[in-house]
């Protein structure tokens, strides 16, 4: 999975340095990143506002002018529940402030160049175990959606849509055949030669159409009915 990382520290040398060593471990072990940076908090917390703008994983500098980075971190707590934050800082005693907001790690710069390479295993190991996405390219740039977020996938004019409950998607990177056969055994069903809905938000059925949990309703191919009703059914017990 392509990380998307978040960098805010109000020294430029520093981030740029602490950038490099990210882009430099990632590459040793074949994994990739797209790495935002932030001299200021505002700037990162106006990202974060933008509806389909996501980030994985924040490195936030704890003392910072105008607003500090335990400041961005409680307004980001207040929307994000799931990013993983990480304080750096060069005042050790300031890590116990930070258990408040949930840190992932808590990064001494004096010492970042052997603390950091053991954050970025331990969030890499922990988006393998813990996060099943969805990664794909779109007009806006790369999404990463919780497959169980995704309602349906929509392929019309050769072009993939991707619905969820509150926003749909365009990728720019995939084509039906694909996502059939990534998302054949995920709780997928195809229900006509277009579209293929995830079965947990499908609420009702019947031979014509399916109805979705925001009450949407998809036409159904009269040759899929038996094998939608039947993936409907078994997930209902």
Do not use: W
């Not at 710069?109 to 969805?134: P, R, W």
């Not at 079965?199 to 998809?218: E, T």
Request: proline share 1%.
């Amino acid at each position: 999975m392509m990380l998307r990382i978040g960098m805010c520290d109000d020294c430029s040398i520093f981030l740029n340095e602490t950038q490099r060593l990210i882009k430099e471990y990632l590459k040793a072990i074949n994994h990739s990143a797209e790495i935002f940076t932030y001299e200021k908090g505002e700037a990162l917390l106006q990202d974060l506002r933008k509806e389909k703008f996501q980030l994985d994983l924040i490195f936030l500098d704890i003392d910072m002018p105008s607003i500090d980075g335990l400041q961005v971190a409680q307004k980001i707590r207040e929307q994000n529940q799931k990013v993983l934050l990480v304080f750096l800082s060069g005042i050790e005693e300031r890590v116990y402030e930070t258990f408040r907001v949930y840190p992932f790690r808590f990064i001494r710069k004096k010492t970042v160049g052997m603390e950091l390479k053991e954050c970025l295993e331990g969030a890499i190991n922990y988006f393998n175990e813990n996060q099943d996405l969805f990664t794909f390219k779109s007009q806006e740039g790369t999404i990463r959606l919780p497959i169980g977020e995704i309602m349906y996938f929509y392929y019309f004019n050769r072009r993939l849509e991707v619905y969820t409950l509150n926003a749909h998607y365009y990728s720019v990177s995939m084509v039906f055949k694909e996502v059939i056969e990534q998302f054949n055994n995920k709780g997928f069903v195809c229900i006509h030669r277009s579209s293929m809905v995830n079965v947990r938000h499908i609420k009702a059925i019947n031979k014509l159409y399916i109805v979705l949990d925001n009450n949407q309703r998809l036409s159904i191919s009269r040759h899929k009915y038996n094998e939608v009703f039947e993936a409907f059914t078994n997930y209902a017990r």
